[in-house]
């Protein structure tokens, strides 16, 4: 069955780095585009970052452009995060969720993975 | 961008009682919305999209309406279980914006 599993989260200083996976199975990984989101400690969800199914684009959010990038390798199955010049604002549960079937229009996430926490903190 | 606003929120509800959850976007969506429920220390789980198709195996008193800026979520018989967190989202053009969630205690 459909299984997406993050990883990599954890405790990073503020200004530090993380980079987060997302393990996909069950499905044509290399056919759908993914999304990160995330959700701060009692705060609602937030559309962080999108990449196409073959990775030809990517689209961020104003609060993480420039910080963050999301990759792809469809080689393994794997999403990814990276994350630089990280704040305690950064601190939250990201969860990887899958998107569109490449050449069709999104629906929203049926798919979600159970997330990971990532605290940034002194 | 396009903003999502919810109301009303909290909302406080008894068993039996009919809910409604409105979603407004700052310009036309068309039916480019759904619907998430999310319980504490759980994953969201998307109950409607395209602002009115129910996802397989959501209880049939969950329904959907609206079209362009203006949506609700209707719960038409208030169950225990329902108290969650609801979330709408628009997914017309990135970015795929959150609205801030409605909780609902009952």
């Known amino acids: 069955q459909l299984q997406l599993v993050e990883s990599g989260g954890g405790v990073v200083q503020p200004g530090g780095a993380l980079r987060l996976s997302c393990a996909a199975s069950g499905f044509t990984f290399r056919s759908y585009s993914m999304h990160w989101v995330r959700q701060a400690p009692g705060k609602g969800l937030e559309w962080l970052t999108n990449?196409?199914?073959?990775?030809?684009?990517?689209d961020y959010a104003k609060s993480v452009k420039g910080r963050f990038t999301i990759s792809r390798d469809n080689s393994k199955n794997t999403l990814y995060l990276q994350m630089n010049s990280l704040t305690v604002e950064d601190t939250a549960v990201y969860y990887c969720a899958r998107g569109a079937l490449a050449g069709t229009k999104g629906v929203g996430f049926a798919s979600w993975g159970r997330g990971t926490l990532v605290t940034v903190s002194s | 961008d396009v903003q999502m606003t919810q109301s009303p929120s909290p909302l406080s509800a008894s068993v039996g009682d009919r809910v409604t959850i409105t979603c407004r976007a700052s310009l036309n969506i068309t039916n480019h919305l759904a619907w998430y429920q999310q319980k504490p220390g759980e994953v969201p789980e998307r109950l409607v999209y395209?602002?009115?198709t129910l996802q397989s195996g959501v209880p049939s008193r969950f329904s959907g309406s609206g079209s362009g800026t203006d949506f609700t979520l209707t719960i038409s018989s208030l169950q225990p279980e329902d108290a969650a967190t609801y979330y709408c989202q628009k997914y017309d053009v990135i970015p795929w914006t959150f609205g801030p969630g409605t909780k609902v205690e009952v």
């Open positions: 990449i196409l199914y073959d990775g030809s684009n990517r």
């Open positions: 395209a602002a009115s």
